[in-house]
């Protein structure tokens, strides 16, 4: 019984190796390992300040130019590391009604003015809206909840609109290369932060750093987390989401989620179902679009243009205008 045993497990772990090299030769699944606190020192940038419990912000009350596709933009923030426009200060927003967004850089607004985003074409509306944008390159979904309960409560908002990609939900797993982040993990259905102090094993990140077999894992995890909500990918985020949902039940603050998928139309039918569920109203862009996403992304940087922010926002501004949320004054 015993050879029995031993004789499966070596034919197990040889095919196991079989199949490492075969994807090595022909590179496919290249490792793409999460990162651990303090295998990085924290680096000095330009634009961006460390913030101890989100992550961080753009540098308070500052202006910088990126380039995108030829596009010369011109970034500004407020006095709390926001994204504004240029002339946010000469805006009247009196008892106006306070919109709060949460994201990542398709939200923030990569690649495009201000004036030309989401949060621009809120504020801009024939609707009176004050928007905060709370959206910073880099963040995951994880970042999205730290921000809405550390910096956007305090903003005392009417509505919350969260906008998510699809790799947002791979980014809780993981620290950050430039900056230290707080990391969550999940223990028996509770979402705890993550020790400083705590790493893998040593085996188990060899693993993660060299296994293509691992990468693939992930993968699969990934898809059957989208498609039919199994695995520790989806029970992570979905934790995480509730979380959100629950803050903003608590608050008594109605929330919109907007999926933003891959350029490639990436379909996400658990996060619909579960969002429909707890009676979220939700905005898929893919199925919004029907399918036709060509004319919505960067031709290469593959952030969404002006017409993808411009679908969200009248989205959004019906979604608002419907459920009578605008203060009347």
Same mark, same amino acid.
């Given at each position: 019984m015993f050879n029995k045993i031993l004789l499966s497990a070596i034919s197990f772990f040889l095919a196991l190796i079989i199949v490492e090299a075969l994807l090595s030769f022909l590179d496919i699944h290249p490792p793409r390992p999460f990162y651990h606190d303090r295998e990085f020192k924290t680096e000095l940038s330009k634009h961006f300040v460390v913030d101890n419990e989100v992550g961080w912000t753009m540098i308070p009350n500052s +202006?910088?130019?990126f380039t995108t596709e030829n596009r010369h933009i011109t970034y500004y923030s407020n006095e709390k590391g926001y994204r504004v426009s240029q002339d946010y200060n000469v805006l009247n927003k009196n008892d106006a009604t306070k919109v709060l967004v949460l994201g990542d850089s398709?939200?923030?607004?990569?690649g495009i003015e201000y004036e030309n985003t989401f949060?621009? !074409?809120?504020?801009?509306? +024939? %609707?009176k809206l004050d928007v905060t944008n709370l959206a910073m390159p880099g963040f995951g979904v994880d970042q999205m909840y730290l921000s809405l309960i550390h910096w956007g409560l305090y903003e005392k908002p009417d509505l919350i609109v969260l906008g998510i990609h699809t790799d947002d939900f791979f980014r809780g797993f993981t620290n950050h290369t430039l900056f230290f982040k707080?990391?969550?993990k999940n223990v028996n259905g509770k979402l705890i932060l993550k020790s400083p102090l705590e790493k893998p094993s040593s085996i188990y990140r060899f693993i993660e750093v060299k296994s293509r077999i691992f990468d693939l894992y992930k993968d699969g995890d990934e898809w059957l987390g989208r498609n039919y909500g199994l695995g520790s990918w989806w029970n992570f985020n979905k934790l995480i $989401?509730? %979380? !959100? !949902?629950?803050?903003?039940e608590l608050n008594n603050i109605p929330l919109l989620v907007i999926h933003i998928p891959y350029y490639t139309g990436n379909s996400f039918p658990v996060l619909q179902e579960y969002?429909?569920?707890k009676n979220i109203d939700y905005l898929d862009i893919n199925r919004a679009a029907k399918g036709d996403l060509d004319n919505l992304y960067l031709k290469k940087d593959k952030h969404l243009n002006e017409s993808g922010? +411009? $679908?969200?926002?009248?989205?959004?501004l019906n979604w608002i205008d419907k459920q009578k949320y605008i203060t009347n004054n």
């Open positions: +202006k910088f130019h398709y939200m923030w607004g990569y949060g621009g !074409i809120l504020n801009k509306s +024939k %609707e707080p990391v969550f $989401l509730g %979380e !959100i !949902i629950q803050t903003c969002l429909y569920d922010h +411009k $679908l969200m926002a009248d989205y959004a």
